[in-house]
């Protein structure tokens, strides 16, 4: 069964830096891209960054710049480095990876930026 466990999450001020880590456990099959989504409340869950398993990333225009994505295929893990956080990537940041068929979920980890 896979599992997913993410940490790091919490309290930023504005300008401030969040690492967010996620490692996967229990795939029987090979890892293809990992990445990390968010929701803010009220609204939809959006990408924000996404790894192949060849190091091709992929980043919003929201948070290009700012946020680094990197993974360990040999750990099965997925980091996501957050700068220059703003009060807007307020939100819950779920970390993902994609098998053969099916994308797999963390339980989401809080990020809030504030004052």
């Known amino acids: 069964q896979v599992q997913l466990v993410e940490s790091g999450g919490g309290l930023v001020q504005p300008g401030g830096s969040l690492r967010l880590s996620c490692a996967a456990s229990?795939?029987?099959?090979?890892?293809?891209?990992m990445g990390w989504h968010r929701q803010a409340p009220g609204k939809q869950r959006e990408l924000v960054a996404e790894?192949?398993?060849?190091?091709?990333?992929n980043y919003p225009d929201s948070v290009k710049g700012r946020f680094t994505i990197s993974r360990d295929n040999v750990k099965n893990t997925v980091d996501l480095q957050m700068n220059s956080l703003k009060p807007e990537d307020t939100a819950v940041y779920y970390c993902?990876?994609?098998?053969?068929?099916?994308?797999?979920w963390g339980q989401g980890t809080q990020v809030t930026v504030s004052s």
């Open positions: 790894i192949t398993n060849s190091g091709h990333t």
């Open positions: 993902y990876i994609t098998g053969p068929l099916h994308y797999y």
């Open positions: 229990g795939s029987s099959f090979t890892i293809r891209a």
